[in-house]
T-cell receptor, first 116, second 112 residues
Framework: DAGITQSPRHKVTETGTPVTLRCHQT?????MYWYRQDPGHGLRLIHY???????DKGEVSDGYSVSRSKTEDFLLTLESATSSQTSVYFC???????????????FGEGSRLTVL | QQQVKQSPQSLIVQKGGISIINCAYE??????FPWYQQFPGKGPALLIA?????SEKKEGRFTISFNKSAKQFSLHIMDSQPGDSATYFC???????????FGTGTKLQVIP
């Protein structure tokens, strides 16, 4: 398994509270991604990073912010959680420059967030 | 915007049968077409992928068929096994940062 650790794995919080999810990788991959998975929607890209301090928005970025101060860590923050952000969040990494298959993402095990 | 449309949403196949999952995409600016497999409680994992200049790719019991003019591609699982029971996602890859856009997923159940 790719060395990707997500924390926390499970979290229950209340509407309006801030939440930070952490993704830590030991593979030294350049690109990191945050996806959310919801029934009927598949996986949708929230934000991605192509290097330290280089990030960009995905298709469902509203209400989320990210930071990447080190190659190995990519943080996803919900500034004020809402019930619509109840989801399973997946971190992924890739580095096409290392060869392998184009479009191959390596995923973490997911973080299940419930906003009451 | 839904760039990738996947069907069916769920599929039940008998052991030994053929499972077929279809995807259609909306524009032509994609570099690669992967399929991912996800087991409950796990993250998705790459199963097989195809380039747009190839019409078919086979790896073991898994085959991707690609129709560029129709903007469609499909996954065929031959001799389906109970261990293949999982959710399958088609995807398209674009851009230098490997942005992967996924379909909505197909939950496959292979019954003995």
């Amino acid at each position: 398994d790719a060395g990707i650790t997500q924390s926390p794995r499970h979290k229950v919080t209340e509407t309006g509270t801030p939440v930070t999810l952490r993704c830590h990788q030991t593979e030294n991959h350049r690109y990191m991604y945050w996806y959310r998975q919801d029934p009927g929607h598949g996986l949708r890209l929230i934000h991605y990073s192509y290097g330290v301090k280089d990030t960009d928005k995905g298709e469902v970025s509203d209400g989320y912010s990210v930071s990447r101060s080190k190659t190995e860590d990519f943080l996803l923050t919900l500034e004020s959680a809402t019930s619509s952000q109840t989801s399973v969040y997946f971190c992924a990494i890739s580095d096409p420059g290392r060869g392998g298959t184009t479009g191959e993402l390596f995923f973490g095990e997911g973080s299940r967030l419930t906003v009451l | 915007q839904q760039q990738v449309k996947q069907s069916p949403q769920s599929l039940i196949v008998q052991k030994g049968g053929i499972s077929i999952i279809n995807c259609a995409y909306e524009n032509t600016a994609f570099d690669y077409f992967p399929w991912y497999q996800q087991f409950p409680g796990k993250g998705p994992a790459l199963l097989i992928a195809i380039r747009p200049d190839v019409s078919e790719k086979k790896e073991g019991r898994f085959t991707i068929s690609f129709n560029k003019s129709a903007k469609q591609f499909s996954l065929h699982i031959m001799d389906s096994q109970p261990g293949d029971s999982a959710t399958y996602f088609c995807a398209v890859v674009s851009g230098g940062y490997q942005k992967v856009t996924f379909g909505t997923g197909t939950k496959l159940q292979v019954i003995p």
